[in-house]
């Protein structure tokens, strides 16, 4: 185990009407607020309406940036900033899924910076302050309602980049399961496979001894291998929406991560499709990851895969360790395809006409891909081909 | 999964050396410390001369309060609170394990009463405010470290009593696996005891649809297991050491407790045996808690044995449940004993001389015991004449 620093003090409230905990916390921190939405559901579905009755019980005036799109888009956080600034905002309440937070979080660090917020994102400065956000989470994937992270998207150049700040974690979240009632299978099942491959970002490393990140890890995973079918099978299911909910904050709020190298190539690579192309980020990823996992398998990886298979798909332990491992990665990208994802670029119309491309540009902006197995540009490439 | 809100906000500096934050952290913080050790074991293994050159090199001038014994007394938190307010202290550092940082959470709520402090224990009122506390952590068991709990026994009548709040969970903790090598190999096994029982507290619960708490409880109970055996070995296995000290952590900072109803039946029988005895918490636990298990198992709580027997012990799935139940309790008893702890009452030469007056007197302290099975006097005493 490496050293860390654990540090994670976003309050959650988590369960059913926890939006009543907004009132005070708004009271408590809020002068005027700018409320971020996205493309219009939380309108339709009513949690726009219990949000704004919470902040008028707080009584605390409000302004409204909307429509924010999945791939946040760098002129709607610069959009933001300039509300922000116009209208003396100084809290940020984000109701969304991820986009709406990422948004959010990259306003709120915007807005205390006298330079371009996209310094940050290109890794040129680190924001040393921003405007407390909060959010409403209406989606489980992302865990940006309880980390320091955000991705963004420069729409002129289409660069998909991400920076981490501890200045910019949620100061509270409110995590209620019906509040993702309304998400549809599709962008449901989207969200368990995000939830499992940031696992597997933290989960596939070389750091001997981490045992009590990886034994919860593979908790995790083994809640999602439950409750993903449960879920895309009925949408309603409270128990499915609070586990999986759950799993989808610890999954990315350092716990698991912390005290060990982290990978993070599927979603390197990931970010090059749905910033060039806008698909899914999570049918992205159940294309992309299943096929990084077979690339990487060697004699020097095997043994994580073996750990895997056994410990999460309950795989025989007396097969050979490269039966396993290949079990493993198929019983994977089995798992995604059952819940309605693609599994290769060509259901979702991506040919190879941008590889050489998306690879080169992987590499610019991560500068080095990959720790469990580092990648050249000729290997994402392979990835890639291999994901056809 | 009942509605809960999380928020450990403590800071923890996991790792070799980590004890360079205290510089930093003391330096924002305090404007003068009382520092609070135990019997002398930190001034002998040179701890103490690491903390105190950070004290130095922060700059920030402190007082002591040495010889905090296991299952610390009352007397010792009223002669903290004492120095506290004439020295002006305004932050305590507490260098040691359950017992020294149980006592300046004491001391850090009684500062700021004007009332009695045993008023929080005995459940008269509740603690508004505290004096910041940080803790440099030397035995991996209490989860004290990072959480808001502290247990202190009243001399004149025995009673060993606790409460928890927010105001008195530790602000930063330094764990520094290195730091607990001298522990011997009693106290490392008891402290692993310490750890399991937490657990099963949180895990033994009716509580439907807790998979991410269980999973996660589960995940820790395994990383006990492995590396159990491997520490009381070898007592400077850092890898095994770093294990336990962080699930020593999580195991009781809420994060497997919330959301579930929770147990402390176990807790709360050792609580008056180490009242009375002045015995290890640990041992006292591992001769508690498996009599305790067979008490409550049942065809209403078989299931719950069942999850553990083949979740952390690997019990073969094709036996009847009781089997299964039965052979995990059996398991855990024959673990506890392997790691060289008591799990009779005669091996500690305690009788049967005081049970009724015991199991009285916990119904009095706790008001009622146990949610996985309600006990009562007649049950509790069976329970301990079981553990004879």
């Not at 509270?172 to 989207?190: C, G, M, Q, R, W």
Request: charged share 25%.
């Amino acid at each position: 185990m490496l050293n860390f620093t654990h540090h994670i003090p976003t309050i959650v409230y988590f369960g059913k009407g926890q939006v009543s905990a907004l009132e005070p916390e708004l009271k408590k921190r809020a002068g005027k607020v700018l409320i971020v939405t996205g493309q219009g559901s939380v309108k339709k579905n009513g949690i726009f309406n219990h949000v704004i009755r919470q902040v008028k019980k707080a009584d605390v005036p409000y302004v409204e940036l909307s429509g924010i799109k999945p791939n946040p888009r760098l002129k709607s956080v610069y959009r933001g900033i300039e509300i922000c600034k116009k209208e003396s905002v100084d809290f940020i309440l984000a109701v969304g899924g991820g986009s709406v937070i990422d948004a959010s979080k990259a306003i709120a660090s915007g807005v205390k910076y006298d330079g371009d917020v996209w310094d940050f994102f290109a890794g040129d400065v680190k924001p040393t302050d921003a405007l407390p956000v909060g959010t409403v989470l209406t989606l489980a994937a992302t865990g940006s309602e309880m980390n320091g992270n955000t991705v963004i998207t420069k729409e002129d150049t289409m660069r998909k980049l991400a920076f981490g700040s501890p200045v910019i974690r949620p100061v509270f979240s409110i995590l209620d399961p019906e509040y993702t009632y309304t998400v549809n299978k599709y962008h449901t099942a989207a969200g368990v496979v995000d939830i499992m491959v940031h696992v597997f970002e933290q989960y596939f490393s070389h750091t001997p001894a981490s045992d009590v990140q990886d034994r919860i890890a593979e908790a995790l995973l083994k809640v999602c291998v439950k409750y993903g079918p449960i879920v895309c099978e009925k949408l309603h299911d409270y128990d499915a929406r609070a586990n999986l909910l759950w799993t989808g904050s610890l999954a990315l709020n350092d716990l698991i991560g912390q005290g060990k190298q982290e990978d993070w190539a599927s979603h390197a690579i990931e970010h090059e499709l749905s910033a060039i192309y806008d698909i899914s980020h999570g049918a992205g990823l159940a294309i992309v990851s299943p096929n990084w996992m077979r690339y990487v398998l060697s004699r020097n990886t095997v043994h994580k895969f073996v750990e895997y298979g056994i410990k999460v798909w309950n795989i025989e332990k007396d097969r050979s360790e490269m039966d396993i491992a290949n079990e493993a990665i198929h019983r994977t990208e089995k798992f995604f395809k059952s819940l309605g994802m693609p599994t290769t670029l060509k259901e979702v119309n991506i040919s190879d006409e941008h590889f050489e491309k998306m690879a080169k540009s992987a590499i610019e902006d991560w500068g080095e891909i990959g720790s469990f197995k580092k990648l050249t540009e000729k290997d994402i490439v392979q990835i890639l081909n291999a994901s056809l």
